[in-house]
């Protein structure tokens, strides 16, 4: 059964802090996405990595960054969090295909809530 | 700019009674297509997708969704609403990446 893994189901972290989002996928898939989820306004994406080393700012990029040391994994970054990065966070893999453009496959979610 | 639109996102259906979410896109020519589902507390699921083949298109748990092209839409449908419908749906267009829809919250009602 193919997977997407998130380290964390749910966290709480204080403003200012550094945090890490980290992303596994077991389909050796060469895309990899990073989304955040809030009500009213669908998915929104952040940054995507179409292979090891590289990424690519999407719709909202900014504060994050993002880390692809590893084709299975696919770390989002939150250099000193913000109580507007309060939300659920997605993470997605798909195999190339010629594009961005095959089925993705998506994890179960981090909720961040930042105080 | 492209756009996908997903109106009325709070939905009501009764157990039984056919369930019809639409999905219309801004584009100027045919996109790849998907609608997705989100049960609570997990993952988005892929239900079906559009990529030029037949314009109607079957997916997992009875849904199906039709291409119109002149339309530029990509209705979901189900014939007889279940329980376990229950969940988000987002409608979601490729062109250069994904773009989605902000969702239905489809309430099924015994």
């Known amino acids: 059964d193919v997977k997407v893994t998130q380290s964390s189901r749910y966290l709480v972290k204080r403003t200012g802090e550094k945090v890490f989002l980290e992303c596994v996928q077991d389909?050796?898939?060469?895309?990899m996405f990073w989304y955040r989820q809030d009500p009213g306004l669908g998915l929104r994406l952040i940054y995507f990595s179409y292979d090891v080393k590289m990424k690519e700012k999407g719709d909202i990029p900014e504060g994050y960054s993002v880390s692809r040391e590893k084709k299975e994994r696919f770390s989002l970054i939150l250099e000193s969090a913000s109580t507007n990065q309060t939300s659920m966070y997605l993470c997605?893999?798909?195999?190339?295909?010629?594009?961005?453009?095959?089925?993705?496959?998506f994890g179960p979610g981090t909720r961040l809530t930042v105080l | 700019a492209q756009s996908v639109t997903q109106l009325d996102s709070h939905v009501s259906v009764s157990e039984g009674t056919p369930v019809l979410l639409r999905c219309n896109y801004s584009?100027?020519?045919?996109?790849?297509l998907f609608w997705y589902v989100q049960h609570p507390n997990k993952g988005l699921q892929l239900l079906l997708k559009?990529?030029?083949?037949?314009?109607l298109v079957k997916g997992i748990n009875g849904f199906e969704a039709e291409f119109k092209k002149s339309e530029t839409s990509f209705h979901l449908t189900k014939p007889s609403a279940h329980m376990s419908d229950a969940a988000e749906y987002f409608c979601v267009v490729l062109w250069d990446r994904l773009a989605f829809g902000k969702g239905n919250q489809v309430v099924v009602i015994p």
């Open positions: 584009s100027s020519y045919s996109p790849s």
């Open positions: 389909m050796d898939h060469e895309n």
């Open positions: 997605a893999s798909s195999s190339r295909g010629g594009r961005v453009n095959n089925e993705q496959f």
């Open positions: 559009y990529t030029s083949a037949a314009t």
